[in-house]
């Protein structure tokens, strides 16, 4: 084993799809540059984890991840990646634990968001990420309206996040679309890691961000990996 060669750290689980979608997007950003990429992956049950954050609240989710985290920093690995949106609401937590780099997600969308100021982005993914404090965005941006948000929030955490993907999950994630379109929306963040594993099924000629590419170059960079592919697509 090349011990020089960079180890990303996935911390997922959260829900598993969205984890393989990671591992995909880092290893075919690598493959960009003719480079290939050491993954360490921790998969975590995401029932344990919605139950804790049900009954103990988002900081017992925090120890949770902290302590994987510190696993994969003993495991060897070099960046340490949140595989969830939602999960950065305790993002400073897991950061503190360890001593590599967790790069936030919501960093890397602000990036391209003031890169790009002269769209409109709307946002989709889970009522706790958009309405609180998990990506902490400081450009300006549209999200969906309430009952939009509510029923996406449940299609993404009690069917998308497990693989559950039908045509009621696409029709719900298809409304809060066209929810944003009308309100004046150019571009579509999805800013959930579940999201681009339908991004091809949502029928809409608007451009749309896929958060975890932006995320995964993040890693690279912090491992001096650097990828020239682009997050930015049209469904054909």
């Not at 360490?40 to 049950?45: G, P, V």
């Not at 950061?95 to 890169?115: K, M």
């Not at 749309?208 to 930015?232: E, M, P």
Request: charged share 25%; aromatic share 2%; proline share 5%.
């Amino acid at each position: 084993m090349n011990r020089s060669r960079p180890i990303i750290g996935l911390l997922g689980g959260m829900g598993w799809p969205s984890t393989g979608h990671y591992y995909r997007t880092i290893n075919a950003l690598a493959g960009d540059r003719h480079q290939t990429i050491h993954v360490l992956a921790d998969s975590l049950a995401f029932d344990d984890l919605l139950t804790i954050a049900e009954t103990d609240g988002f900081d017992a989710v925090g120890d949770v991840l902290a302590a994987e985290a510190r696993r994969l920093e003993h495991a060897g690995a070099d960046v340490i990646v949140l595989c969830a949106v939602t999960a950065h609401l305790v993002h400073r937590q897991v950061a503190d634990a360890v001593d590599r780099p967790v790069p936030h997600i919501g960093r890397s969308i602000n990036r391209h968001l003031e890169a790009h100021s002269a769209a409109t982005f709307g946002l989709l993914g889970t009522k706790p990420a958009l309405s609180g404090d998990a990506l902490g965005l400081k450009a300006a941006r549209l999200l969906p309206s309430r009952d939009h948000l509510e029923a996406l929030d449940r299609a993404i955490r009690h069917d998308i996040a497990f693989g559950r993907i039908g045509p009621p999950q696409i029709d719900i994630v298809k409304r809060a679309v066209s929810d944003l379109e009308r309100k004046g929306a150019t571009d579509i963040v999805l800013a959930c890691t579940e999201l681009p594993l339908l991004a091809d099924r949502l029928e809409t000629d608007l451009p749309k961000i896929d958060a975890v590419v932006l995320h995964c170059r993040s890693a690279l960079d912090q491992v001096g990996v650097v990828s020239g592919s682009n997050a930015r697509r049209r469904t054909p």
